[in-house]
């Protein structure tokens, strides 16, 4: 059950503040964005309309890379190409064990809304944390670049267990027309968690590792 100081810290993300007392480079930057844009909590009904403000924040983050030496010229050398996902290219880094994911931040109507998600996701699971290693631009276009612990499964995932851990956190299964989704909602925090499936949870010694997810700002009504 998440603990009152953790309750508090989700609470800021998604009213838009600015977190104090935190110096990581994925932190700093989302509070950066909060400085000039408000936090959306309507992403999932408005999220064509928000098309321009994501590309102001784009330049507004190039500008911000630039300054603090965050624009990257290429991805970290060694770093040998796994698989493309729906928003990420995944890299295998072996000293020290980790993944790379690029990541072009297309499931999101702004780049907030990206950060958001990373800060929470850091938040609710440690022991799969990114840390943001900076910007490269590909094609013309913004993506971020995220370092991520390496984790092997050593058994299939039993998604009963995912979903009776989401639900000890206050994050209950969503239905679709009567049918169970891989999507979860926390009717307190407004936070919908999508995507949860077998590919992106691993269980490694009888511990549930959650490697890769996309939370949103919104109330039950706008999904």
């Not at 000890?168 to 926390?186: A, D, Q, V």
């Amino acid at each position: 059950m998440l603990d009152n100081d953790t309750r508090s810290k989700l609470k800021n993300i998604i009213d838009g503040i600015v977190i104090e007392g935190t110096t990581d480079t994925c932190t700093t930057t989302r509070n950066h964005l909060c400085t000039s844009f408000s936090t959306s909590t309507t992403v999932k009904r408005n999220f064509e309309s928000k098309a321009i403000t994501k590309e102001e924040q784009a330049e507004f983050l190039v500008k911000y890379a630039t300054k603090n030496n965050l624009l990257l010229e290429h991805i970290p050398q060694n770093a040998i190409y796994l698989a493309r996902g729906g928003e990420s290219k995944v890299y295998f880094i072996n000293s020290p064990k980790s993944v790379i994911k690029i990541n072009d931040a297309i499931y999101y109507a702004t780049w907030l809304e990206f950060f958001n998600s990373v800060v929470i996701h850091n938040l609710l699971f440690p022991s799969t944390t990114y840390e943001f290693l900076g910007f490269l631009i590909l094609e013309d276009s913004l993506s971020a670049v995220l370092k991520q612990p390496f984790i092997i499964s050593d058994c299939p995932v039993d998604l009963e267990d995912v979903k009776k851990l989401l639900a000890y956190n206050g994050f209950e299964n969503t239905y679709r027309r009567g049918t169970p989704t891989n999507n979860y909602y926390n009717k307190e925090l407004g936070l919908i968690l999508e995507d949860i499936h077998d590919e992106n949870v691993i269980s490694n010694t009888q511990n549930l590792f959650f490697i890769d997810t996309v939370f949103y700002t919104a109330f039950q009504e706008q999904m």
